[in-house]
């Protein structure tokens, strides 16, 4: 079963530091892009941010250089470093992946993780 599993959320004090991390599973061939997307309730789920497997990565404007992310092609995970956090950071932190090869030959255009949770309060 294709299915992408992520990691490291809990609960963090402002100005406190999280890492996510996602792993795809093995049957995942490679992947167009991986990245990061957050939801809190009632609003609608945000890209926060994304890497290409050219390299090439894309942040929300609210990441004001706090957040990095970083990938590994070959194993097909993505992690995203999260500095300086806020109270409104918090949200459910979702792993994605675009354009999605399956062993031996299907094809996804997307697909979710289950998502962690992620809160920032004293």
């Known amino acids: 079963q294709m299915q992408l599993e992520e990691s490291g959320g809990g609960l963090v004090q402002p100005g406190g530091s999280l890492r996510l991390s996602c792993v795809a599973s093995?049957?995942?061939?490679?992947?167009?892009?991986m990245g990061w997307y957050r939801q809190t309730p009632g609003k609608q789920r945000e890209l926060v941010a994304a890497?290409?497997?050219?390299?090439?990565?894309d942040y929300a404007d609210f990441v004001e250089g706090r957040f990095t992310i970083s990938g590994d092609d070959a194993k097909n995970t993505v992690s995203l470093q999260m500095n300086s956090l806020k109270p409104e950071d918090t949200a459910v932190y979702y792993c994605n992946a675009g354009g999605v090869r399956i062993y031996p030959s299907g094809y996804v255009g997307a697909l979710w993780g289950r998502g962690t949770q992620v809160t920032v309060s004293s």
């Open positions: 093995e049957n995942i061939v490679s992947t167009n892009s």
């Open positions: 890497r290409a497997r050219s390299g090439v990565t």
